[in-house]
């Protein structure tokens, strides 16, 4: 026991060769293509055999901003994305919450019949959307896009604030109560705010999931409404490869920037101290 | 008339408790004076959080009625009754800073801005925590919480003050310290409260009077040394201090045969290493050392008792004599005589 104690020991510096080596080739193989994009979005050409870009220019973007399908585009995916986060809050949270605090008949299903809907492979489920759509007249249309969308977002807006509110301990509402609050003020005061980092994280992952869904969008919206995702489709056919790089970076920009923000808030705020998250 | 109402300040009428089809409270009657400090003691599940709780209106009773300052308070929830609560865990906000959870109910009142301030440095003062205003609940040590809690309470000025284990997150040392303030504080507010506590030794070091409860129902409710010198039932004579029990009869110092129940408090068995009159022989069979006292088993034929001794402690195995001054007769579980 003792001599295998000290193999290891004695190992110990080649392990942390070898994890290093293998950090790197991760890094390598998760960072690497986002490295190719970014550089393909300011090179005029860059090919095999060459071990540098041919020259450097901002000639793409001005490209993408100039080009009015795209522009559309990318507008059309800053409304949508935000209507979607809303409009999933209004009818999700009412759901958390009762879901996270109240105990009624089927709550259980009603959670796990949520999962069940998203283990289905979505294109199936589109397929089938569609001929609703038709019958319903949504093919194509602004709202038949912000109802696919909302669809995928259901799950976040329900599980995790539900998770959230079943955290805040119930006697910091009631001594709420017994200091003179309303019901409503309680909720207001101490439900909602102890739940909002819960609340906020379903926010982010809602929006990145709308922001990023195609499958469906491209299904119900093309060709009358095309968000930034489903653009990207027609961009790979028709456009150079610079141009889809530029887009990649565009598309990427508010998911970064919202997770930062969150992340600020969520891990360095005050809220965590409610949550000890340290 | 007006007077009697003005002397009591809370009366638990006839209160009726049935959770989940047992019955929880079982027509229970208690009247707290005005400014009175009383305990609700017993074991856990005993019902003394539950009737707690419908004083403070978050339970509503199936029977019975509350009153409070002669108004009837029953059917009033939290949010409406002039009472206020600390909580086992404190309760406080993790979101607020200590100023902040101490103004809440004052900004529920919708007081104005410079009275808030008045009153929460007010209270602040009180509990000595003027100094950590600024701080959120999670900086602060657990018995700085407790008096936040405690600030939290007494700034609305309630008319009853409800304390729900206040004491049990505390180490043994601090314990006593925040006790002996709370106390200070009651007293001096006057402040009619109502504690519930599953610790003898804090119910009895704290309290005017005592309401001892088993299975929904109070026992008995009297002062703390009546309840320590008369148990009016074996339960509660058990239940408060140590207790010999033995199965037989009483009579001139002696346990005699007997169908009644003999309690004899530890400290009213004498013993001494030379014969004393009314005093019977007994061997030392064990000695455990108490600290300042030590618990020393005395052994005759089948009846074994316990002794606190704190000076010339005997050794096991020593035979000497032993005289009971003072025992408690009981039939059926009620007290028939103090002897």
């Known amino acids: ?278 | 008339m007006s007077d009697q109402t003005q002397e009591e300040g809370l009366i638990l009428n006839g209160l009726t408790k049935i959770l989940g089809g047992r019955v929880i409270i079982d027509n229970l009657h208690l009247t707290v004076k005005k400014g009175e400090m009383v305990s609700l003691l017993g074991p856990s599940g005993c019902g003394k959080t539950t009737t707690l709780r419908m004083i403070a209106g978050f339970l509503i009773p199936d029977k019975g009625d509350i009153r409070l300052n002669g108004k009837d308070v029953t059917l009033l929830g939290p949010e409406k009754r002039p009472s206020a609560m600390v909580f086992q865990n404190y309760a406080l906000w993790p979101h607020m800073s200590v100023f902040k959870n101490v103004a809440y109910p004052l900004k529920v009142r919708k007081l104005p801005k410079d009275e808030i301030e008045r009153r929460v440095h007010e209270a602040l003062g009180v509990v000595n925590l003027m100094h950590h205003k600024d701080s959120r609940p999670g900086q602060i040590s657990g018995g700085e919480q407790q008096r936040v809690a405690l600030a939290r309470a007494l700034v609305q000025e309630p008319d009853i003050l409800l304390l729900d284990e206040p004491l049990s997150n505390l180490d043994a040392k601090l314990r006593v310290k925040v006790r002996e303030d709370i106390r200070e504080l009651q007293r001096r507010l006057g402040i009619t409260t109502v504690i519930v506590t599953h610790d003898q030794d804090e119910a009895l070091s704290i309290s005017d009077r005592i309401a001892v409860m088993n299975a929904g129902k109070i026992e008995q409710f009297s002062t703390p040394q009546e309840l320590y010198d008369r148990p009016e039932t074996e339960y509660v004579a058990n239940f408060i201090g140590s207790l010999n029990r033995v199965e037989g009869g009483y009579a001139d110092g002696k346990v005699i045969p007997g169908d009644e129940i003999v309690g004899i408090r530890p400290e009213d068995v004498i013993y001494s290493a030379t014969p004393t009159p009314g005093a019977f022989p007994a061997t030392v069979s064990l000695v455990v050392p108490r600290g300042h006292f030590s618990e020393v088993y005395l052994k005759r034929d089948d009846v074994e008792l316990r002794a606190f001794i704190s000076v010339d402690v005997p050794r096991v195995g020593d035979t000497g004599f032993a005289r009971v001054v003072k025992a408690l007769v009981y039939k059926d579980g009620k007290l028939v005589r103090v002897a």
């Open chain 1, 1 to 278: 026991m003792a001599r295998v104690k000290a193999r290891v020991k004695t190992s110990s510096l080649g392990v942390k060769i070898f994890l290093y080596i293998f950090m790197a080739l991760m890094a390598v193989f998760i960072l690497g293509p986002l490295f190719w994009l970014g550089i393909h979005a300011f090179v005029t050409n860059w090919t095999y055999p060459n071990l540098y870009p041919d020259g450097w220019t901002f000639h793409w973007w001005t490209r993408v901003f100039d080009d009015s399908a795209l522009e559309t585009a990318i507008r059309n995916s800053l409304i949508i994305s935000p209507i979607v986060v809303i409009a999933s809050m209004v009818i999700c949270l009412p759901a958390a919450y009762a879901a996270g605090r109240m105990n009624y008949p089927g709550r259980r299903i009603f959670l796990i019949g949520m999962f069940a809907a998203n283990s289905f492979p979505k294109i199936g489920l589109f397929a089938s959307i569609a001929t609703l759509y038709y019958a319903l007249n949504l093919m194509g249309t602004f709202l038949g896009v912000v109802i696919i969308q909302l669809l995928g977002t259901i799950i976040y807006m329900t599980w995790i604030p539900a998770a959230a509110f079943a955290a805040v301990p119930r006697n910091l509402e009631e001594a709420a109560r017994d200091a003179g609050a309303s019901k409503f003020r309680v909720f207001r005061t101490i439900t909602l705010r102890l739940a909002m980092p819960g609340i906020l994280v379903a926010v982010v992952m809602s929006f990145l999931a709308s922001f990023d869904e195609a499958q469906g969008s491209y299904l119900v919206g093309a060709p009358q409404i095309f968000t930034m995702p489903t653009e990207m489709y027609s961009l790979v056919q028709n456009y150079p490869i610079q141009v889809a790089a530029v887009f990649s970076l565009l598309l990427a920009f508010p998911s970064v920037l919202l997770i930062t923000l969150a992340r600020k808030h969520i891990i360095g705020g005050q809220l965590a101290e409610g949550f000890q998250i340290k």
